[in-house]
């Protein structure tokens, strides 16, 4: 399985970004797919998930109501719609795939995409 995250830029606080990752290799209506986060310093961390039929979605605290994940399967893709962007969202997303586990858990993930930057300016 292949990922690739695209969307990624400079935006202002308060602003709106969309990132998509494309997957191949394999039938993404497999996977759960997660994005998580890097902020500079500091370990990834999770911010979505959506289940394989996109009826269940997971989301951190702190872009809960800010971000919305959804997935089109006919696509093979999966977006993140991040809305009231704050300066604390600046860090390089991935997109990730996995069976099964636990949602939040980065140990859970079996395939990592390269990442995509996302800026915020104050």
């Known amino acids: 399985v292949q990922l690739q995250a695209f969307g990624g830029g400079l935006v202002q606080a308060g602003g709106s970004l969309r990132l998509s990752c494309e997957v191949s290799?394999?039938?993404?209506?497999?996977?759960?797919m997660g994005w998580f986060r890097q902020p500079p310093g500091k370990e990834r961390e999770f911010v979505a998930a959506i289940s394989q039929s996109a009826i269940t979605t997971y989301y951190a605290e702190s872009v809960k109501s800010r971000f919305t994940i959804s997935r089109d399967n006919t696509k093979k893709t999966v977006y993140l719609q991040m809305n009231s962007l704050k300066p604390e969202d600046t860090a390089i997303y991935y997109c990730?795939?996995?069976?099964?586990?636990?949602?939040?858990?980065?140990?859970?993930?079996?395939?990592w995409g390269r990442g995509t930057l996302v800026t915020v300016s104050s």
């Open positions: 990730a795939a996995t069976n099964f586990g636990t949602y939040y858990s980065v140990a859970s993930y079996d395939y």
């Open positions: 290799g394999s039938t993404v209506n497999n996977y759960r």
